[in-house]
C-alpha cells in the first residue's frame, strides 16, 4: 500500500469522544476517497474528495466531517464518536492507470481500526 | 444509479478445485467494472477490470473474469483454487463517464479446503 498511509492503525474511543483519522498520499492525485468496513456490509462511502478545497457526501455522511485543506491530507473527523462507528476505515485515491488508454481505478490505504466503546 | 450484487456471502471450495464467484451488476451507463480481494488485516488490492477493451479479462494470480452484458454479469473464476487464495473478493461498478464513484459489493469471501 505504499503511497497512501493511513493513521491510526487502531483507535479505542470511548462514546462521546472525538478523533480525526489522516489519509496522506504522496502521488498528487486528485480525488481521495473515505470507505467504512463493515461485516456483511461490503464498503460503504462516507465522504469524497475532487480536489483540494473541495469535499462531498457519500452513502454514510452523518456523523463524520471531512477536510481536504491540502491536496495531500484527506482528514476524517469524529466529532462525538457512537458504538455505531465501531468499524475498519479505508482511505483511497483513484489513479489513472495503464498509461493513456488506460482507466481509472482506485488505490487504497491499509486501513484504521476504530473501536467506540 | 449503479449497484452490485455479490451472491453468496461465502463460497466454500476444495484445494484444486475451481472458483466461482459471481457478480451481478446494474447501471445506467456503460459500466467500468473490477474485482478486488482483500486478505485478512488488509487493504483492498485490485484483481482485475473491466475496461471494454475485451469481453474476458485476465487479473492477477490466474483470475479472470468475463463480462456479459446481457446477463449483467462479471463473474470471477480462476482454475484451480490454492489455498493462498483464502480471501474476501469484492466486486465494484463504476460509470464509464462523469465522476469516478465505484459502488461495491457485499463481498464475498472464499475459503479453501485442503
Known amino acids: 500500500n505504499a503511497g497512501v498511509t493511513q493513521t491510526p492503525k487502531f483507535r479505542v474511543l470511548k462514546t462521546g469522544q472525538s478523533m480525526t483519522l489522516l489519509c496522506a498520499q504522496d502521488?498528487?492525485?486528485?480525488?481521495m476517497y473515505w470507505y467504512r468496513q463493515d461485516p456483511g456490509m461490503g464498503l460503504r462511502l462516507i465522504h469524497y474528495s475532487v480536489g483540494e478545497g473541495t469535499t462531498a457526501k457519500g452513502e454514510v455522511p452523518d456523523g463524520y466531517n471531512v477536510s481536504r485543506l491540502k491536496k495531500q491530507n484527506f482528514l476524517l473527523g469524529l466529532e462525538s464518536a457512537a458504538p455505531s462507528q465501531t468499524s475498519v476505515y479505508f482511505c483511497a485515491i483513484k489513479r489513472l492507470a495503464g498509461g493513456s488508454r488506460g482507466i481509472d481505478e482506485q488505490f487504497f490505504g491499509p486501513g484504521t481500526r476504530l473501536t467506540v466503546l | 444509479a449503479q449497484s452490485v450484487t455479490q451472491l453468496g456471502s461465502h463460497v466454500s471450495v476444495s484445494e484444486g478445485a475451481l472458483v466461482l464467484l459471481r457478480c451481478n451488476y446494474s447501471?445506467?451507463?456503460?459500466?467500468?467494472l473490477f474485482w478486488y480481494v482483500q486478505y485478512p488485516n488488509q487493504g483492498l488490492q485490485l484483481l482485475l477490470k473491466y475496461t471494454s477493451a475485451a469481453t474476458l479479462v485476465k487479473g492477477i494470480n490466474g483470475f479472470e473474469a468475463e463480462f456479459k452484458k446481457s446477463e449483467t454479469s462479471f463473474h470471477l473464476t480462476k482454475p484451480s483454487a490454492h489455498m493462498s487464495d483464502a480471501a474476501e473478493y469484492f466486486c465494484a461498478v463504476s460509470p464509464s463517464g462523469g465522476s469516478y464513484i465505484p459502488t461495491f459489493g457485499r463481498g464475498t469471501s472464499l475459503i479453501v479446503h485442503p
Open positions: 502521488m498528487n492525485h486528485e480525488y
Open positions: 447501471s445506467s451507463v456503460p459500466p467500468y
